[in-house]
Protein backbone atom coordinates (compact mmCIF):
# COMPACT_ATOMS: atom_id res chain seq x y z
CA UNK A 1 0.00 0.00 0.00
CA UNK A 2 1.34 3.41 -0.98
CA UNK A 3 -0.22 6.62 0.44
CA UNK A 4 -0.92 9.47 -2.11
CA UNK A 5 1.82 11.45 -2.88
CA UNK A 6 2.32 14.40 -1.08
CA UNK A 7 4.86 17.52 0.06
CA UNK A 8 6.59 17.39 2.58
CA UNK A 9 7.97 19.83 5.03
CA UNK A 10 9.82 19.51 8.21
CA UNK A 11 9.98 22.54 9.85
CA UNK A 12 13.06 23.33 12.36
CA UNK A 13 10.68 25.56 14.63
CA UNK A 14 6.96 26.30 15.85
CA UNK A 15 7.33 29.79 13.82
CA UNK A 16 8.60 27.81 10.59
CA UNK A 17 5.66 25.42 10.97
CA UNK A 18 3.53 28.24 11.07
CA UNK A 19 4.19 30.14 8.17
CA UNK A 20 4.48 26.64 6.02
CA UNK A 21 1.24 25.72 7.51
CA UNK A 22 -0.49 29.12 6.33
CA UNK A 23 1.39 29.05 3.09
CA UNK A 24 0.23 25.62 2.08
CA UNK A 25 -3.39 26.49 2.69
CA UNK A 26 -6.53 23.80 3.30
CA UNK A 27 -4.72 20.99 1.47
CA UNK A 28 -2.56 20.89 3.93
CA UNK A 29 -2.18 18.24 7.11
CA UNK A 30 0.33 18.57 10.52
CA UNK A 31 1.98 15.18 11.17
CA UNK A 32 2.62 14.55 14.69
CA UNK A 33 3.43 10.71 16.07
CA UNK A 34 1.04 9.75 12.65
CA UNK A 35 -0.39 6.90 14.41
CA UNK A 36 -3.56 7.82 13.30
CA UNK A 37 -3.31 10.48 10.36
CA UNK A 38 -0.07 7.43 8.57
CA UNK A 39 -2.69 4.69 9.19
CA UNK A 40 -5.58 6.40 6.87
CA UNK A 41 -3.35 7.43 4.44
CA UNK A 42 -1.65 4.47 3.73
CA UNK A 43 -5.52 3.27 3.37
CA UNK A 44 -5.86 6.21 1.38
CA UNK A 45 -8.76 7.58 3.44
CA UNK A 46 -7.00 10.71 3.74
CA UNK A 47 -5.06 12.20 0.85
CA UNK A 48 -3.05 15.20 2.15
CA UNK A 49 -1.49 16.75 -0.58
CA UNK A 50 0.91 18.50 2.08
CA UNK A 51 2.22 17.00 5.16
CA UNK A 52 4.13 19.52 8.16
CA UNK A 53 5.79 17.01 9.93
CA UNK A 54 6.55 18.44 13.93
CA UNK A 55 8.75 16.09 14.91
CA UNK A 56 11.81 18.88 14.15
CA UNK A 57 10.61 20.70 16.52
CA UNK A 58 11.95 20.28 19.73
CA UNK A 59 10.39 23.00 22.21
CA UNK A 60 7.16 20.80 21.67
CA UNK A 61 7.70 18.41 23.38
CA UNK A 62 7.93 20.09 27.07
CA UNK A 63 5.87 18.75 30.44
CA UNK A 64 5.69 20.76 33.03
CA UNK A 65 3.61 22.42 35.96
CA UNK A 66 2.59 25.60 35.00
CA UNK A 67 -0.85 27.65 36.34
CA UNK A 68 -1.95 25.35 38.72
CA UNK A 69 -1.52 22.58 36.33
CA UNK A 70 0.54 20.25 33.64
CA UNK A 71 1.50 21.60 30.48
CA UNK A 72 2.15 19.31 27.83
CA UNK A 73 3.44 20.07 24.48
CA UNK A 74 1.60 18.69 21.63
CA UNK A 75 4.59 16.55 20.77
CA UNK A 76 4.97 15.32 23.81
CA UNK A 77 4.81 10.80 23.26
CA UNK A 78 2.43 9.14 24.95
CA UNK A 79 5.09 6.46 26.32
CA UNK A 80 6.26 9.69 28.31
CA UNK A 81 2.83 10.55 30.13
CA UNK A 82 3.38 6.59 31.76
CA UNK A 83 6.67 7.34 32.92
CA UNK A 84 6.52 10.89 33.97
CA UNK A 85 6.60 11.43 37.58
CA UNK A 86 5.36 14.95 37.49
CA UNK A 87 2.14 13.37 35.60
CA UNK A 88 1.79 10.84 38.19
CA UNK A 89 2.14 13.69 40.57
CA UNK A 90 -0.36 16.10 38.86
CA UNK A 91 -2.86 14.30 36.93
CA UNK A 92 -2.65 10.87 37.86
CA UNK A 93 -5.59 10.20 35.65
CA UNK A 94 -3.36 10.89 32.56
CA UNK A 95 -0.54 8.66 33.53
CA UNK A 96 -2.94 5.55 33.86
CA UNK A 97 -5.40 6.35 31.14
CA UNK A 98 -2.39 6.72 28.75
CA UNK A 99 -1.30 2.99 29.25
CA UNK A 100 -4.43 2.16 27.41
CA UNK A 101 -3.90 3.80 23.84
CA UNK A 102 -2.68 1.27 21.36
CA UNK A 103 0.18 -1.06 22.52
CA UNK A 104 3.69 0.40 23.55
CA UNK A 105 5.06 0.69 20.49
CA UNK A 106 1.97 3.10 18.95
CA UNK A 107 2.75 5.00 22.03
CA UNK A 108 6.35 5.28 21.62
CA UNK A 109 5.67 7.76 18.62
CA UNK A 110 1.70 8.44 19.44
CA UNK A 111 1.64 12.16 20.97
CA UNK A 112 -0.53 13.90 23.25
CA UNK A 113 -1.19 16.72 20.26
CA UNK A 114 -1.92 14.45 17.67
CA UNK A 115 -4.96 12.25 19.85
CA UNK A 116 -5.75 15.43 20.80
CA UNK A 117 -6.42 16.85 17.46
CA UNK A 118 -7.70 13.97 16.09
CA UNK A 119 -10.74 13.13 18.33
CA UNK A 120 -11.16 10.31 18.05
CA UNK A 121 -14.85 9.59 19.54
CA UNK A 122 -13.14 6.52 21.52
CA UNK A 123 -9.87 8.06 21.89
CA UNK A 124 -8.66 8.34 26.13
CA UNK A 125 -6.92 11.67 26.03
CA UNK A 126 -9.92 13.76 24.68
CA UNK A 127 -12.37 12.35 27.32
CA UNK A 128 -9.22 12.64 29.91
CA UNK A 129 -9.14 16.53 28.92
CA UNK A 130 -12.71 16.97 29.03
CA UNK A 131 -13.13 15.42 32.84
CA UNK A 132 -9.94 17.12 33.99
CA UNK A 133 -11.72 20.61 32.89
CA UNK A 134 -8.27 20.98 30.95
CA UNK A 135 -8.21 23.47 27.69
CA UNK A 136 -5.58 23.54 24.61
CA UNK A 137 -3.53 26.17 22.75
CA UNK A 138 -3.80 26.45 19.47
CA UNK A 139 -1.96 29.22 17.02
CA UNK A 140 -1.47 30.16 13.39
CA UNK A 141 0.45 32.34 11.99
CA UNK A 142 -2.31 35.35 11.24
CA UNK A 143 -3.91 35.09 14.73
CA UNK A 144 -1.93 34.35 16.76
CA UNK A 145 -2.19 31.77 20.26
CA UNK A 146 -5.63 31.09 21.24
CA UNK A 147 -7.13 28.59 24.14
CA UNK A 148 -9.97 26.30 23.14
CA UNK A 149 -11.68 24.61 26.21
CA UNK A 150 -11.93 21.26 26.37
CA UNK A 151 -15.55 21.22 26.39
CA UNK A 152 -15.50 23.44 23.25
CA UNK A 153 -12.62 21.46 21.27
CA UNK A 154 -14.66 18.67 19.68
CA UNK A 155 -17.42 19.10 17.48
CA UNK A 156 -18.15 15.55 16.29
CA UNK A 157 -16.45 12.89 15.09
CA UNK A 158 -13.00 13.40 14.10
CA UNK A 159 -13.52 17.26 13.81
CA UNK A 160 -12.39 19.92 15.98
CA UNK A 161 -12.77 23.74 16.91
CA UNK A 162 -9.02 23.73 15.03
CA UNK A 163 -8.68 26.14 11.60
CA UNK A 164 -6.76 24.33 9.25
CA UNK A 165 -4.02 27.02 9.27
CA UNK A 166 -4.12 26.53 13.48
CA UNK A 167 -1.84 23.96 15.23
CA UNK A 168 -2.38 22.67 18.74
CA UNK A 169 0.52 23.52 20.36
CA UNK A 170 -0.21 22.80 23.96
CA UNK A 171 -2.62 20.98 26.34
CA UNK A 172 -3.06 22.15 29.91
CA UNK A 173 -4.50 20.14 32.73
CA UNK A 174 -5.28 21.27 35.98
CA UNK A 175 -4.06 20.07 38.80
CA UNK A 176 -6.12 17.19 41.34
CA UNK A 177 -6.09 18.96 44.23
CA UNK A 178 -8.02 18.88 47.81
CA UNK A 179 -10.28 15.94 49.08
CA UNK A 180 -11.15 14.82 45.37
CA UNK A 181 -10.52 11.39 43.47
CA UNK A 182 -10.12 10.48 39.81
CA UNK A 183 -10.85 7.04 38.19
CA UNK A 184 -10.41 5.87 34.70
CA UNK A 185 -12.14 3.02 33.33
CA UNK A 186 -12.02 1.04 29.54
CA UNK A 187 -13.73 -1.88 28.22
CA UNK A 188 -11.65 -2.80 25.06
CA UNK A 189 -12.32 -6.11 22.83
CA UNK A 190 -8.29 -6.63 23.90
CA UNK A 191 -5.76 -4.94 25.65
CA UNK A 192 -4.34 -2.21 22.93
CA UNK A 193 -7.73 -2.05 21.44
CA UNK A 194 -10.12 0.80 20.40
CA UNK A 195 -12.47 1.27 23.82
CA UNK A 196 -15.82 -0.01 23.08
CA UNK A 197 -16.67 2.24 26.00
CA UNK A 198 -14.56 4.28 28.79
CA UNK A 199 -15.10 6.24 31.33
CA UNK A 200 -12.98 8.95 33.66
CA UNK A 201 -14.80 10.61 36.94
CA UNK A 202 -13.46 13.30 39.50
CA UNK A 203 -15.08 13.55 42.57
CA UNK A 204 -15.09 16.43 45.60
CA UNK A 205 -16.35 15.83 48.23
CA UNK A 206 -16.85 18.54 51.18
CA UNK A 207 -16.86 16.55 54.18
CA UNK A 208 -18.82 13.60 54.12
CA UNK A 209 -21.10 14.72 51.17
CA UNK A 210 -20.20 15.08 47.17
CA UNK A 211 -19.19 18.67 46.79
CA UNK A 212 -19.44 18.16 42.92
CA UNK A 213 -18.22 15.52 40.41
CA UNK A 214 -17.96 14.68 36.94
CA UNK A 215 -18.88 11.88 34.77
CA UNK A 216 -17.16 12.22 31.17
CA UNK A 217 -17.24 9.24 28.57
CA UNK A 218 -15.88 8.09 25.35
CA UNK A 219 -17.03 5.64 22.99
CA UNK A 220 -21.10 6.49 23.57
CA UNK A 221 -21.28 9.36 21.14
CA UNK A 222 -19.44 11.58 18.34
CA UNK A 223 -17.49 13.15 20.92
CA UNK A 224 -16.21 12.64 24.88
CA UNK A 225 -19.51 13.78 26.18
CA UNK A 226 -20.50 14.08 30.10
CA UNK A 227 -23.31 12.60 31.99
CA UNK A 228 -24.80 15.68 32.93
CA UNK A 229 -28.15 14.68 34.93
CA UNK A 230 -26.01 11.81 36.70
CA UNK A 231 -23.43 14.69 37.99
CA UNK A 232 -26.50 16.32 39.53
CA UNK A 233 -28.36 13.40 40.83
CA UNK A 234 -25.20 12.91 42.90
CA UNK A 235 -24.10 16.42 44.03
CA UNK A 236 -24.80 16.76 47.42
CA UNK A 237 -25.32 13.39 48.34
CA UNK A 238 -23.29 10.84 50.60
CA UNK A 239 -21.33 8.53 48.66
CA UNK A 240 -22.09 4.98 48.62
CA UNK A 241 -22.54 1.75 46.40
CA UNK A 242 -26.50 2.37 46.34
CA UNK A 243 -25.54 6.35 45.20
CA UNK A 244 -22.85 4.98 42.50
CA UNK A 245 -26.15 2.19 41.28
CA UNK A 246 -27.97 5.37 41.32
CA UNK A 247 -25.71 7.37 39.06
CA UNK A 248 -25.16 4.55 36.81
CA UNK A 249 -28.97 3.65 36.03
CA UNK A 250 -28.97 7.48 35.23
CA UNK A 251 -26.52 7.29 32.77
CA UNK A 252 -27.84 4.37 30.91
CA UNK A 253 -30.97 6.82 30.88
CA UNK A 254 -29.40 9.82 29.63
CA UNK A 255 -27.68 7.74 26.53
CA UNK A 256 -28.12 6.71 23.35
CA UNK A 257 -24.69 5.58 21.79
CA UNK A 258 -24.66 4.55 17.95
CA UNK A 259 -24.14 0.72 17.39
CA UNK A 260 -21.09 -0.93 15.04
CA UNK A 261 -19.94 -3.72 14.21
CA UNK A 262 -17.96 -3.84 17.65
CA UNK A 263 -20.78 -3.60 20.13
CA UNK A 264 -24.39 -2.47 19.47
CA UNK A 265 -26.19 0.80 21.45
CA UNK A 266 -27.62 -1.80 23.54
CA UNK A 267 -24.01 -2.89 24.96
CA UNK A 268 -22.41 -0.05 24.97
CA UNK A 269 -25.65 2.13 27.09
CA UNK A 270 -25.05 -1.39 29.82
CA UNK A 271 -21.25 -0.73 29.47
CA UNK A 272 -21.27 2.53 30.34
CA UNK A 273 -23.49 2.21 33.25
CA UNK A 274 -20.84 -0.60 34.73
CA UNK A 275 -18.06 1.52 33.96
CA UNK A 276 -19.97 4.38 35.95
CA UNK A 277 -20.52 2.71 39.04
CA UNK A 278 -17.25 1.49 39.05
CA UNK A 279 -15.48 4.99 38.39
CA UNK A 280 -17.63 6.46 40.89
CA UNK A 281 -16.55 4.12 43.59
CA UNK A 282 -13.19 3.99 42.82
CA UNK A 283 -12.94 8.06 42.72
CA UNK A 284 -14.84 8.28 46.44
CA UNK A 285 -12.59 5.83 47.46
CA UNK A 286 -9.49 7.85 46.89
CA UNK A 287 -11.35 11.44 47.57
CA UNK A 288 -11.85 10.02 51.08
CA UNK A 289 -8.29 8.36 51.30
CA UNK A 290 -6.78 11.57 50.35
CA UNK A 291 -9.04 14.04 52.17
CA UNK B 1 6.80 16.62 -5.09
CA UNK B 2 10.34 15.43 -6.09
CA UNK B 3 12.36 13.11 -4.41
CA UNK B 4 14.45 13.46 -0.70
CA UNK B 5 18.18 12.91 -0.37
CA UNK B 6 18.28 10.99 3.09
CA UNK B 7 20.77 9.52 5.76
CA UNK B 8 20.59 6.53 8.21
CA UNK B 9 22.01 4.51 10.22
CA UNK B 10 20.80 0.94 9.96
CA UNK B 11 21.84 -1.44 11.63
CA UNK B 12 25.30 0.18 12.36
CA UNK B 13 26.36 1.27 9.24
CA UNK B 14 25.10 4.06 6.83
CA UNK B 15 22.45 3.98 4.81
CA UNK B 16 21.16 6.61 2.04
CA UNK B 17 18.68 7.01 -0.09
CA UNK B 18 16.72 9.06 -2.70
CA UNK B 19 13.08 8.54 -1.71
CA UNK B 20 9.60 10.04 -2.67
CA UNK B 21 8.04 11.51 0.70
CA UNK B 22 5.15 8.91 0.55
CA UNK B 23 7.92 6.16 0.83
CA UNK B 24 7.25 4.18 4.32
CA UNK B 25 10.62 2.97 6.38
CA UNK B 26 9.24 -0.35 5.93
CA UNK B 27 8.94 -0.29 2.08
CA UNK B 28 12.36 1.74 2.10
CA UNK B 29 13.98 -1.28 4.14
CA UNK B 30 12.80 -3.84 1.79
CA UNK B 31 12.72 -2.40 -1.08
CA UNK B 32 15.73 -0.15 -1.30
CA UNK B 33 17.91 -1.80 1.02
CA UNK B 34 16.48 -5.42 0.14
CA UNK B 35 16.07 -6.00 3.77
CA UNK B 36 13.21 -8.11 3.74
CA UNK B 37 13.58 -9.34 7.48
CA UNK B 38 11.13 -6.76 8.27
CA UNK B 39 7.86 -7.94 7.65
CA UNK B 40 4.24 -5.87 6.31
CA UNK B 41 0.78 -7.21 7.51
CA UNK B 42 -1.37 -4.98 7.38
CA UNK B 43 0.59 -1.78 6.86
CA UNK B 44 -1.96 0.30 9.70
CA UNK B 45 0.14 -0.32 12.74
CA UNK B 46 -1.77 -3.14 14.61
CA UNK B 47 -0.11 -6.56 13.66
CA UNK B 48 3.18 -5.36 14.40
CA UNK B 49 5.34 -7.70 11.75
CA UNK B 50 7.09 -4.39 10.96
CA UNK B 51 8.34 -3.21 14.40
CA UNK B 52 11.15 -2.09 14.09
CA UNK B 53 13.70 0.21 16.82
CA UNK B 54 14.06 3.54 15.74
CA UNK B 55 16.85 5.16 18.05
CA UNK B 56 16.61 2.18 20.73
CA UNK B 57 12.50 2.31 20.87
CA UNK B 58 10.68 -0.20 19.11
CA UNK B 59 8.38 1.26 16.47
CA UNK B 60 6.02 0.91 13.43
CA UNK B 61 7.96 1.30 10.45
CA UNK B 62 4.64 1.23 8.15
CA UNK B 63 3.90 4.25 10.25
CA UNK B 64 6.55 6.29 9.19
CA UNK B 65 7.98 7.88 5.96
CA UNK B 66 11.64 7.14 5.44
CA UNK B 67 12.33 11.04 5.37
CA UNK B 68 11.91 10.62 9.05
CA UNK B 69 14.11 8.72 9.80
CA UNK B 70 17.05 11.18 8.35
CA UNK B 71 19.82 11.17 10.75
CA UNK B 72 18.47 8.34 13.36
CA UNK B 73 19.69 5.42 13.78
CA UNK B 74 16.99 1.88 13.13
CA UNK B 75 17.58 -1.67 13.72
CA UNK B 76 15.83 -4.06 12.13
CA UNK B 77 15.60 -8.23 12.23
CA UNK B 78 18.91 -8.41 10.31
CA UNK B 79 20.97 -6.41 12.62
CA UNK B 80 19.46 -8.17 15.82
CA UNK B 81 20.96 -10.95 13.91
CA UNK B 82 24.18 -10.02 13.76
CA UNK B 83 23.95 -8.86 17.72
CA UNK B 84 25.95 -10.72 20.75
CA UNK B 85 23.35 -12.67 22.50
CA UNK B 86 21.31 -13.52 19.38
CA UNK B 87 21.90 -16.94 19.66
CA UNK B 88 20.66 -17.13 23.01
CA UNK B 89 17.00 -15.51 21.77
CA UNK B 90 17.16 -18.29 18.81
CA UNK B 91 17.82 -20.98 20.90
CA UNK B 92 14.67 -19.42 23.64
CA UNK B 93 12.29 -19.66 20.22
CA UNK B 94 13.39 -22.42 18.94
CA UNK B 95 13.22 -24.52 22.07
CA UNK B 96 9.94 -23.38 22.88
CA UNK B 97 8.22 -23.68 19.85
CA UNK B 98 8.03 -19.75 20.04
CA UNK B 99 7.12 -19.35 16.12
CA UNK B 100 5.47 -21.67 13.14
CA UNK B 101 5.24 -19.96 10.08
CA UNK B 102 7.35 -17.08 11.03
CA UNK B 103 6.03 -14.39 9.31
CA UNK B 104 5.34 -12.23 12.88
CA UNK B 105 8.85 -13.46 13.99
CA UNK B 106 10.48 -10.87 13.20
CA UNK B 107 8.83 -8.33 14.98
CA UNK B 108 7.75 -10.18 17.67
CA UNK B 109 11.80 -10.56 18.33
CA UNK B 110 12.29 -6.57 18.17
CA UNK B 111 9.19 -6.64 20.42
CA UNK B 112 11.07 -9.27 22.79
CA UNK B 113 14.48 -7.00 22.30
CA UNK B 114 13.08 -3.46 22.96
CA UNK B 115 11.25 -5.34 26.07
CA UNK B 116 14.70 -6.77 27.56
CA UNK B 117 16.32 -3.52 26.71
CA UNK B 118 13.51 -1.62 29.22
CA UNK B 119 12.20 -4.18 32.09
CA UNK B 120 15.37 -6.63 33.80
CA UNK B 121 12.61 -9.38 35.10
CA UNK B 122 8.75 -8.90 33.68
CA UNK B 123 6.56 -10.51 35.24
CA UNK B 124 4.23 -12.77 32.76
CA UNK B 125 1.10 -10.07 32.43
CA UNK B 126 4.06 -7.41 31.49
CA UNK B 127 5.33 -9.88 28.74
CA UNK B 128 1.66 -10.70 27.53
CA UNK B 129 1.21 -6.49 27.57
CA UNK B 130 4.68 -6.05 25.16
CA UNK B 131 4.00 -8.79 22.81
CA UNK B 132 -0.35 -7.57 22.70
CA UNK B 133 0.91 -5.47 19.89
CA UNK B 134 2.18 -8.67 17.49
CA UNK B 135 -0.06 -10.98 16.04
CA UNK B 136 0.11 -14.18 15.37
CA UNK B 137 -1.99 -16.29 13.88
CA UNK B 138 -0.56 -19.56 14.60
CA UNK B 139 1.27 -20.32 17.80
CA UNK B 140 -1.24 -19.49 20.15
CA UNK B 141 1.23 -17.10 21.76
CA UNK B 142 1.67 -19.53 24.48
CA UNK B 143 5.19 -20.84 22.82
CA UNK B 144 6.83 -17.42 22.28
CA UNK B 145 5.45 -16.25 26.41
CA UNK B 146 7.67 -19.17 27.49
CA UNK B 147 10.70 -18.19 25.14
CA UNK B 148 10.36 -14.59 26.38
CA UNK B 149 10.07 -16.04 30.03
CA UNK B 150 12.97 -18.71 29.51
CA UNK B 151 15.17 -15.25 28.47
CA UNK B 152 14.17 -12.36 30.89
CA UNK B 153 15.10 -15.29 33.90
CA UNK B 154 17.91 -15.78 32.24
CA UNK B 155 18.56 -12.16 32.13
CA UNK B 156 17.56 -11.61 35.71
Redesign the interface.
Known sequence: MKPSPFEYSAPASLEEALEVLAEAGSGAKVLAGGQSLVPLMNLRLAAPEHLVDLNGVGSLSEIRADDGGLAIGAMARQSTLERSTLVEELVPALAHAASHIGHFQVRNRGTVGGSLAHADPTAELPMILLAAGGRVTVQSKARGARAVEANDLVRGYFTTAIEPDEILTEAWFPRLEGAAGWSFQEVARRHGDFALVAAATVVRLDGDTVADAVIALAGVADRPVRAAAAEELITGEAPSAALAEHAADAVRGELSPTGDVHASSEYRREVAGVLVGRALSEAAQRAQAGS | ?GK?AITLTVNGAEADGLV?????LA?FLREDLALTGTKLGC???VC?AC?VL?DG????S????A??A?GASVTTVEGLAASEDFDALQKAFSDNHGLQCGYCTPGVLM?TR?LLDTLSSPSENEIR??L??NICRCTGYHGIVEAVKELTAAQA
Not at chain 2, 20 to 24: D, M, N, Q, S
Not at chain 2, 57 to 60: G, I, K, T
Not at chain 2, 62 to 65: G, I, K, S, T, V
Request: net charge negative; proline share 3%; glycine share 10%.
Open positions: MAEPRRTDEQGGTLQAVRCLLFVQQTAEASG
